[in-house]
Nanobody, 125 residues
Framework: EVQLVESGGGLLQPGGSLSLSCAASAFTFNGDWTIRRSRQAPREEREGVSCITSEHAITVYADSVKARFTMSIDKSKSTLYLQMNSQEPEDTAVYYC?????????????????WGQGTQVTVSS
């Protein structure tokens, strides 16, 4: 069965850097696929962060992170990485990854998608 395991979260001070991993076991990279990163701050709705597809096109949804966050994928390890630099208190949130067999980072109403458990990132001085 497909399982997404997220790791790398933690507590850090403003200006620090953190790298998050999303290991997708039993997930195949044949045909169409999309892996999305999102986050949810306390008392806020979930917000899209970044996305990569089988076309190897990377989308960064939020303007606030475009210059600071970098997404990469190692298909040999079935792992997606999110490098987050210059962290700010506003980046505090639970970060999620989700994967599915489609190929559009802007696809809406995706019903068949696998989700990780989320990992907490807290930026505070």
């Amino acid at each position: 069965e497909v399982q997404l395991v997220e790791s790398g979260g933690g507590l850090l001070q403003p200006g620090g850097s953190l790298s998050l991993s999303c290991a997708a076991s039993a997930f195949t990279f044949n045909g169409d696929w999309t892996i999305r990163r999102s986050r949810q701050a306390p008392r806020e709705e979930r917000e899209g962060v970044s996305c990569i597809t089988s076309e190897h096109a990377i989308t960064v949804y939020a303007d606030s992170v475009k210059a600071r966050f970098t997404m990469s994928i190692d298909k040999s390890k079935s792992t997606l990485y999110l490098q987050m630099n210059s962290q700010e208190p506003e980046d505090t949130a639970v970060y999620y990854c989700a994967a599915g067999y489609y190929s559009d980072c802007w696809e809406k109403d995706v019903n068949d998608e696998y989700w990780g458990q989320g990992t907490q990132v807290t930026v505070s001085s």
